[in-house]
């Protein structure tokens, strides 16, 4: 038998107190790694499996202490800022060890699943009393679908309640792997239609709707579906009507549903890694225009909130 | 808000305060005549002399009554802590308040009366020749910092209420035995308590002055509510609204009645309470004790006889709102830094266990939270008492108020606050009726009571330490010499060092705070407050001159300990484990405030150093390690009234003017930067995991030995927008006080301090924003998200803006 607690992965944070990703007070593991690439992606520092170094400009002081200590001279003064070349930066760390001004920050740590779980244990007087748990999230969880599975059964055999927000894009036998220590899973559908869906993020949705179906009729495991709502992507009438008439009759009047209003977290976090974005232009819904959504899924008889 | 009460709000703005004199008029015309008599005799005759004569007036749509000075939005003129100089007038006059010419003039000959005779002088005649107290009160460890021998503590006040004073006590008195029995009641016992004097002792003869003194006082208050009653009665006959008409009726009657005689219905019970809240103030501590608990007698038989509706009920409440905002404070400039503003602290208690151990809370509890969310001003403040038992919907509605954004209620948890009382000898049901006082510090109506409340600046005692018993700003040797530094061959060498420093001071403390003690008693006593505490009338003794049920005369409060805590983690970790700093290094790098490259190296060395409130026990631990032993030194002091020093925890804002104070210190906080808020907090920005870290910090130290202590959290409203949210937020709360926490309140961040968080990104290092469940620290966001926030807040807060 492998040793759990030893299995390792790639993370890039550990969020305690995170009450809109499942139920009661939860500590949410954010993992690296990701098959798809969504336009809007509020994580894009979730896309590799690799250290990225963040770069603050408006933290740095353009002291010049980094530029010595790089070994390969990337880094530069340009406008007063240190700026990186980014192409022969190898993600190193060194200079995020020198800064005076925590301008320069390393994205991703390699950590073992004994590691998690303790962080995720710290608040267990928490869960017990709102009856909340442990998140895995992302990027896409089951990329690590070993990590995963042994950071959740650790908390499983503690008696930790395990939520899993996924995007659902993963072979059956990977999902097979994780899923006996999932209590709940906080499935995304971003598109009905299979190549808007490729559109927006990289990949066809087919693989995505058999995999909920499969979840929810055959493991019967709970799931709650959330949706990002993206103006001018995926919030047309048509589109909602059909997510609401798959959820309803696919799957069952009874599973939530979360509408997760688009936001702009992710747009100066790609400043940061130096990485273009991909093109993508989108506001904020209105409110109104939310409630008009969320009328839908109601007509469909489907229990539905904004926010998650 | 009805129309009536958005009135009465209203008038509440005020271009200018007034500073008014006429009570420091009455006050000093009354000494002059009486001088030779026994201090407290002239003391009752003062307040007579006031109560009788100060201007009385009832303002338009009042329905609670009883002005608080003789001119609308005034603040009287208080001498007990010191006299106005002409200096701090001119301060004043500059800072939004206003005083005739005839006033001012007038004012500066009232003065004369007090030279030598104040509160202050007479600590400074036994300071200022004491070569160890001298030192110790000129270097400011306890706030503010005394200059010259006839100036310490800062100055005068002027202040609303009609009492004695002075106001500096956290007590609170048995409302329910004055509401229920009326002050006919006591001045009868007092007669023949009187008649039952045996003069063979000096006990008997003190007890005769004390209770002549209640005799006048009570019927003086008498005599006020009588003047009211008379006033309401006159206005009534000019009024031609009849619906107005009505209500100066009701006043007349109303006020001709209480406080003289048992109140019978919800509305004589609040105007009894009005009165008799005039009367312990000027105090911005004053407190309410367990308003929902006492009146709601009243509130139950005028609800089942069909007397009163919630709403008229909630009018009242709001009424009562008003008039507590129109006790304003001001102080002399040092005190003003000490505590910023018009701060007072007007504490109602709500909620927690009855004596039996049930579940308290009742409808009041719930309307006087709905009054403090739909009157939203600053005062007076709300505590809300949680145990087990506190129900999801009450947790909820005092969550809404949160919401709201008025930074209230405060939440406080009984197992930990009940536990400081029963660990101390106080018989359970006793300590379960436990209220709050002043901000946070505990005390048990009529049975208890605070009297010297020092704030000591413990950062200030680490570089004395480091300098071996030297102030390195003014190179006097005013504590112990424990060593060089670099004779510290271990961290405990250090450690102990330090805890030696402190031991001294705090007992250096302990001696001025026990003269402090006895220049009250002697020069100020107040026959009213100590009136209202349990069988005053048979001791016979003023409430500093009597050993309380519960003895907490004195109690001790370290400032900046957090700080202290993260300076020894890193200098643990540093210093004495990795080896990568000497001392001396350290030292060097502390004196320079860290500037040259060199330095700050070292600086950013102690700023990655474990810090306290991140849920790891390096520092936490010395964090616990620290208050434990603030907490069984600060025992070790007798006081002067019969008990020992007991410990309490809570900054208020002398983080602010104790930082300014002190040098850099090792936990990479630069000199003159403001220390740790709060004493269960973490150093701003020093924390990265949230509020689950920051609780399972504070747990880890013992908080039951300690009168109060204070968390401050922060959260942006989107922490708080569905029902789900609060629900666990009010688990998170829950959760901290099951583990012994005593004490949390959130501050909501509204758009202006976004605004400046963008402005000044280095003054809001720790605050955190939700941006649909994803945390970040606001400074570190890009300018086009910040901008999303600040509309987005600005959004939430119109909800509830009007």
């Given amino acids: ?308 | 808000m009805n129309e009536r009460v958005k009135k009465l709000k209203q008038r509440l703005y005020v271009h200018k305060y007034p500073l008014c004199i006429e009570k420091f008029r009455l006050i000093t015309k009354s000494l002059e005549k009486t001088e030779g008599d026994p201090e407290i005799l002239r003391r009752a005759k003062t307040l007579a002399n006031v109560l009788d004569n100060i201007t009385v007036f009832i303002e338009d749509d009042e329905l609670i009554v009883g002005n608080v000075a003789s001119k609308p939005m005034g603040l009287e003129i208080d001498h007990d802590y010191g006299t106005w100089s002409q200096e701090e007038i001119d301060a004043l006059k500059e800072e939004g308040y206003t005083i005739s010419p005839e006033d001012e003039e007038e004012l500066k000959t009232l003065n004369h009366y007090y030279k030598g005779k104040s509160l202050v002088s007479r600590m400074g005649e036994i300071l200022f020749d004491n070569e160890r107290l001298w030192p110790f009160v000129q270097s400011g460890m306890v706030l503010p910092p005394w200059k010259s021998k006839g100036e310490g503590s800062g100055g005068g006040y002027a202040q609303g209420g009609m009492g004695l004073g002075p106001g500096l006590y956290l007590m609170g008195i048995d409302f329910a035995k004055i509401l229920n029995d009326g002050l006919y009641k006591i001045i009868e016992e007092a007669e023949e308590e009187l008649q039952r004097v045996k003069y063979i002792d000096a006990d008997s003869v003190k007890k005769t002055y004390f209770l002549k003194s209640v005799l006048i006082t009570h019927k003086a208050i008498i005599r006020f509510a009588d003047r009211f009653a008379d006033l309401a009665a006159e206005m009534e006959q000019r009024e031609t609204n009849a619906v107005r008409k009505q209500e100066l009726e009701r006043i007349a009657e109303t006020c001709r009645r209480v406080p003289a005689k048992p109140a019978r219905t919800f509305y004589e019970a609040m105007q009894s309470f009005w009165f008799i809240f005039l009367m312990i103030t000027p105090s911005p501590t004053a407190a309410a004790g367990r308003f929902d608990q006492y009146m709601y007698p009243f509130y139950k038989k005028d609800i089942a006889e069909g007397r009163a509706t919630d709403e008229d009920v909630l009018e009242l409440l709001e009424c009562l709102r008003i008039k507590d905002m129109q006790l304003n404070r001001v102080s002399g400039k040092l005190n003003r830094q000490k505590n910023s503003g018009m701060a007072k602290w007007h504490n109602w208690t709500i909620g927690g266990v009855t004596t039996e151990g049930e579940d308290a809370t009742n409808e009041l509890s719930y309307l006087i939270l709905e009054a403090a969310k739909d009157c939203p001003t600053p005062h007076h403040t709300i505590t809300v008492r949680v145990h087990e038992k506190t129900s999801d919907d009450f947790m909820l509605k005092a969550l809404e108020v949160v919401k709201a954004g008025v930074g209230m209620p405060a939440f406080i948890g009984d197992k930990s606050y009940i536990n400081f009382f029963v660990n101390n000898g106080v018989d359970l049901r006793d300590a379960r009726d436990y209220i709050v006082t002043g901000c946070l510090d505990a005390n048990l109506p009529g049975k208890s009571r605070t009297a010297s409340i020092a704030m000591f600046i413990v950062p200030l005692v680490l570089e004395i330490t480091f300098h071996n018993g030297v102030e390195p700003r003014s190179g006097r040797q005013i504590g112990l010499k424990t060593g060089a530094l670099e004779d510290f061959q271990t961290f405990d060498d250090l450690l102990e060092a330090f805890k030696s420093q402190l031991a001294y001071f705090m007992e250096l403390n302990a001696e001025r705070d026990n003269i402090e003690l006895i220049a009250n008693q002697e020069l100020l006593p107040d026959p009213v407050r100590s009136s209202f505490m349990v069988d005053a009338i048979k001791e016979g003794k003023a409430l500093l001159d009597r050993t309380m049920p519960f003895e907490n005369g004195a109690v001790m409060n370290p400032v900046g300990m957090i700080n202290v805590a993260d300076s020894l983690a890193a200098i643990k970790k540093l210093v004495f484990e990795e080896k990568t700093v000497t001392m001396k290094q350290l030292q060097e790098a502390l004196s320079a405030n860290w500037s040259g490259e060199e330095f700050e190296e070292i600086r950013k060395m102690c700023l990655e150093a474990p810090k306290y409130g991140n849920d790891d026990d390096y520092a936490d631990l010395i964090a616990g390690d620290l208050y434990k032993f603030w907490a069984e030194t600060t025992a070790t002091f007798a006081t002067a009234l019969g008990g020992k020093h007991l410990p309490t925890a809570i900054s208020i804002t002398a983080h602010g003017p104790g930082g300014e104070m002190t040098g850099a210190t090792p936990d990479g906080r630069y000199a003159g930067e403001v220390l740790a808020d709060g004493t269960m907090s973490p150093m701003r920005g020093m924390d990265s995991g949230g509020p689950t870290a920051i609780i399972k910090s504070a747990v880890k130290i013992d908080q039951d030995p300690y009168q109060a202590t204070l968390l401050n959290m922060k959260f942006h409203p989107s922490a708080l927008e569905s029902r789900e949210d609060l629900l666990k937020l009010s688990s998170l709360i829950k959760t901290y006080f099951k583990f012994s926490g005593k004490h949390i309140q959130f501050n909501i961040v509204d758009r202006a301090t976004l605004l400046d968080a963008q402005a000044h990104p280095e003054k809001h290092r720790d605050l955190v924003v939700r941006v649909a469940g994803y945390s970040a620290y606001f400074i570190q966001l890009g300018r086009a998200v910040q901008e999303e926030i600040i509309g987005r807040a600005e959004h939430d807060l119109q909800g509830v803006a009007n």
């Fill in chain 1, 1 to 308: 038998m492998t040793n759990l607690s030893a299995v390792e992965g790639m993370i890039f944070n550990v969020q305690h107190y995170c009450i809109h990703d499942g139920p009661g007070i939860r500590t949410t593991v954010f993992m690296k790694g990701c098959p798809l690439r969504c336009l809007w992606c509020q994580n894009p520092e979730s896309h590799s499996m690799c250290h990225q170094i963040f770069f603050t400009a408006e933290k740095c002081a353009g002291c010049g202490k980094c530029i010595p200590a790089c070994p390969i001279g990337a880094i530069h003064i340009q406008d007063g800022k240190a700026v990186t070349n980014r192409n022969l930066c190898q993600s190193c760390g060194v200079c995020t060890t020198v800064c005076l001004h925590e301008a320069r920050n390393m994205m991703g740590t390699r950590v073992s699943a004994g590691e998690v779980f303790n962080k995720i244990e710290q608040d267990k007087i928490f869960y017990e009393e709102s009856g909340g748990g442990a998140t895995l999230s992302g990027g896409e969880p089951l990329f690590q679908s070993e990590f995963a599975a042994s950071v959740l059964s650790l908390c499983k055999k503690a008696g930790i309640h395990t939520a899993l927000e996924t995007s659902g894009y993963a072979r059956w036998d990977i999902l097979q792997l994780v899923l006996p220590y999932v209590d709940l899973l906080l499935f995304d559908l971003k598109h009905m239609d299979p190549s808007e869906h490729q559109k927006c993020t990289g990949v066809s949705n087919e693989l995505i709707k058999d995999n909920v179906i499969r979840i929810y009729h055959q493991q019967k495991k709970p799931v709650i579906i959330r949706i990002p709502v993206i103006p001018g992507y995926n919030d047309s009438l048509e589109n909602i009507e059909a997510t609401a008439e798959f959820v309803a009759c696919k799957l069952g009047a009874s599973v939530p549903v979360n509408l997760l209003p688009f936001h702009r977290l992710g747009e100066s976090k790609n400043e940061r890694m130096g990485v273009q974005g991909l093109l993508f232009n989108s506001i904020p819904p209105s409110e109104q225009h939310l409630k008009e959504l969320k009328e839908i899924f109601v007509s469909h008889g489907l229990t539905v909130q904004i926010g998650g």
